[in-house]
């Protein structure tokens, strides 16, 4: 087929596939994925023309991770958006191999795009490339090509996603690099007018010896005077209470020198999500707060996607809040995301239960949970599809909290622990679609992001023993809809 028909079949397959019902029960309602093909990191988030636009990887050919394009929704409200519209094709000589991540800027009303372009040589070596796009209002766009050629010296072709911040007026670019040593590092890049970019430096760290790789990094002001600088290494050792997946996403917070290029009297790392299957997010600016929505899936994790075999694979984590307090980032659900609120179904106060089961039948619900911990010495919740569950276990004591997904049949297995702080209560703001669940921790101290594959539709959570509610409210959610 010519290139041309191609895409234009997925244009007509779009639109078939949003006029009509697909009852996969493993669809879900309101998070962003596609009808098919494999999604992967969020792009170019911004705030643009009375607008959130949320570009994001998209292979519509498979499930496979290759030919990368940048694929487009928008949205005003988080339950509208427009149908989904390929912008960026891997069709030119310096990204004709993956249109890889990248963020954008908003300058003089044209929505700057910035991207990586992947080459493959004759044996498969890499090359990347460092790109411009022009977007305007109106949706027509310019790719401009190649604003950084090559990586410098040092370092290997592991070069890439772009993402720009403005400071003292400057246009700043920082990007994930491999050093000649194979360790994880950043890079900034200045620029006056947005165009031509200077190299000023790597970003020194302490941070000598931690992973291979840094991808998707961001660099955002949380405060007068500090800033977060997160990213996604790749190549940490797992421990028992963090870094258990394969690769991980967090952040520091600290003193950025922009003349020094350097970042000190930082934080330990945390990762931000600590759930199965986050990765990759991006963090925005929308009127002065930092938004982010990270990529709901793990590479190199492709066989715990069961939806692969029906052609399509993985999205985007609802946009969340990152408010800067106590030396940390508490993530709170944006708050447009009420908009998905169709119907209230549940709401207690103050009761005393014993092993009380909430039913919820089909899954696309948002549950708020306050619990009393001040007599109890183990929560221990079930997400049940008949035979099949999750658990949620939280030991006070030890204040750790473990997510064991070894019950269910299909997809990723296993548990993640980690810390997690409670005293009198344990509150739990839960966004439970057909096949992803996020779970936001005492006002958003952690969250964890998973998929789960229940062989039966209906769900119950149980929570088991003697425990007083202090809240319960739930919610029924609609799905998304996506228009011309
Ligand atoms: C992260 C990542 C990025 C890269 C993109 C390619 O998931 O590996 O570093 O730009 O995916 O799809």
Redesign the pocket.
């Known amino acids: 087929m010519q290139i041309n028909e191609t895409y234009q079949k997925i244009k007509q397959d779009l639109e078939k596939y949003y006029s009509s019902k697909d009852n996969n029960r493993w669809r879900n309602k309101f998070h962003i994925e596609m009808p098919f093909g494999l999604v992967?990191?969020p792009n170019g988030l911004a705030y643009y023309n009375d607008e959130y636009y949320i570009f994001y990887?998209w292979n519509p050919f498979g499930c496979e991770?290759k030919t990368?394009h940048w694929g487009l929704v928008k949205t005003k409200d988080f339950v509208n958006f427009t149908m989904p519209e390929i912008i960026l094709k891997p069709e030119d000589w310096f990204d004709k191999d993956?249109c890889?991540?990248g963020g954008a800027y908003v300058k003089d009303d044209i929505l700057k795009l910035f991207y990586?372009g992947n080459v493959k040589g004759p044996n498969n070596e890499r090359e990347s490339y460092q790109c411009i796009v022009d977007y305007h209002k109106e949706g027509s766009f310019e790719k401009k090509g190649v604003i950084i050629e090559k990586q410098p010296e040092g370092y290997t072709a592991h070069f890439?996603?772009p993402m720009i911040f403005v400071e003292n007026n400057t246009y700043y670019m920082v990007l994930?690099i491999q050093n000649k040593d194979l360790k994880g590092r950043v890079l900034i890049y200045k620029s006056e007018d947005i165009e031509k970019w200077e190299l000023i430096g790597e970003l020194e760290t302490d941070m000598k010896d931690f992973g291979y790789m840094w991808?998707?990094p961001n660099i955002f002001r949380v405060s007068e005077d500090k800033f977060a600088f997160m990213f996604?290494p790749q190549g940490l050792k797992a421990e028992e209470l963090r870094y258990q997946n394969i690769y991980q996403s967090g952040y520091v917070i600290g003193d950025l020198d922009l003349n020094e290029v350097s970042l000190t009297n930082y934080s330990e790392f945390k990762e931000i999500d600590m759930g199965f299957d986050f990765?990759?997010p991006q963090v925005f600016k929308h009127n002065g707060r930092n938004i982010m929505i990270g990529?709901i899936g793990m590479?190199d994790k492709d066989n715990e996607y069961a939806t692969s075999q029906y052609g399509w694979m993985l999205g985007l984590t609802m946009p969340r809040v990152l408010e800067y307090k106590d030396e940390v980032l508490y993530q709170k659900p944006l708050e447009l995301i009420e908009n998905l609120r169709e119907k209230k179904i549940i709401d207690i106060n103050n009761q005393i239960e014993e092993n009380y089961v909430v039913k919820l039948g089909p899954k696309s619900v948002e549950c708020k949970l306050d619990l009393d911990l001040s007599n109890i010495e183990n929560l221990d919740i079930r997400f049940k599809f008949k035979d099949e569950y999750i658990s949620l276990l939280y030991n006070k004591k030890d204040e750790v909290c473990i997510l064991d997904r070894s019950n269910m049949e299909l997809g990723g297995k296993g548990i993640r622990k980690f810390k997690l702080k409670a005293e009198d209560s344990m509150k739990l703001h839960m966004f439970i679609d057909n096949s992803v669940m996020e779970i936001y921790y005492q006002d958003g101290l952690e969250t964890t992001t998973l998929m789960y594959f229940p062989k039966e539709e209906g769900l119950e959570i149980e929570i088991k023993n003697n425990i007083n509610i202090n809240t319960l409210q739930v919610w029924n959610l609609r799905g998304i809809k996506y228009e011309k």
């Open positions: 992967n990191d990887q991770h990368k993956g890889y991540s990586t890439r996603d994930g991808e998707c996604s990765y990759a990529w590479p």
